[in-house]
């Protein structure tokens, strides 16, 4: 007997994920997605039908080799790998729940390993280089003023780049006491306090958003007037980028993305002399080791530790000297 995969995927995603565990709709987007990739996968290999598959189906084998098609194929890095690895191993647990009679099958993929992956380093750019990125944007643009807006509320907040596109324009307050109101992982809320210039480049675009899209609730929007996406606001920072490097050389080689602006205000807080602990309530990081990771990367920081503990004292080298049994050989040379 074989079981159909559609009853289980169908509960999965209508009801488990957003009702039972109460996930967010980006996450089960994630989800989803990792889904779509090993079902066409497995119809493809198997020459079926996604309709067709079954549980039995996907069973260790293919899935150890849907795993090396996402790396060797699709080159996808080992930290995603993981990530579709974690969220296949969660299906599968919640069908080992609904039919227990597939417990067997579902221990053997429970049981693949997620890969090590290597430490990297995070990128982020200096002070100089993100005032670069700043100074690229023209405000006499079109979208000129959009894009200041949305660059200085990027690296004011140091938010996700999916806190950003999802931000309506009830969730700025701009009185006195400016400050934005940011939705996170976990649906964690969050209130960050903006600089004047954030607050007076929202108050610009948002003027000129109300008189073209009356009515719209979306704040950040693209040339169309529709929602701007987390893909439409990595392009404008790669072109920003690439202006940017006329002014400042250094920009040449780094990868500019949102998150490498999230790292970027995470180091300049840090430096500040914030607390990393008060950096990790303002980043919305659920581990304070995540903000851990910044202290290890920057010099300006090491290099004031170790001022701060001095060098120990070295003796200078004493000029060198022939041992006396050298000399005594030399001077019987010239005897003889």
Known sequence: MT????PFMKSFFSHYLPVQRGLAANTLMAYRDTIKLLFCYAADTLKKSVDDLSV???NAPLMLAFLDHLEKTRGCSVRTRNVRLAAIRTFFGFIA???PALLLTVQTIRAIPLKRTGHKTVGYLEEKEMQ???NAVNINARIGLRDKALLLLLYNTGARVSEVVGLKAT???LDTATQVKLLGKGRKERTCPLWPETAKALQAYLKERQANYPGVTQLLLNSNGDPLTRF??????RQYSSKAQHACPSLTGKFLNPHTIRHTTAMHLLRA???VNMVSYWLGHADINTTHAYVEIDMTMKRKMLQKAGAPTVNKALPWQKPDVLQWLNRLAKTT
């Open 3 to 6: 079981h159909s995969i559609a």
């Open 132 to 134: 670069a990125v700043l």
């Open 273 to 275: 002399g914030n607390d």
């Open 97 to 99: 729940r609904e039919e």
């Open 171 to 173: 969730d700025l307050r």
């Open 232 to 237: 439409g606001v990595r392009h404008i920072l």
């Open 56 to 58: 039995e189906n996907l």
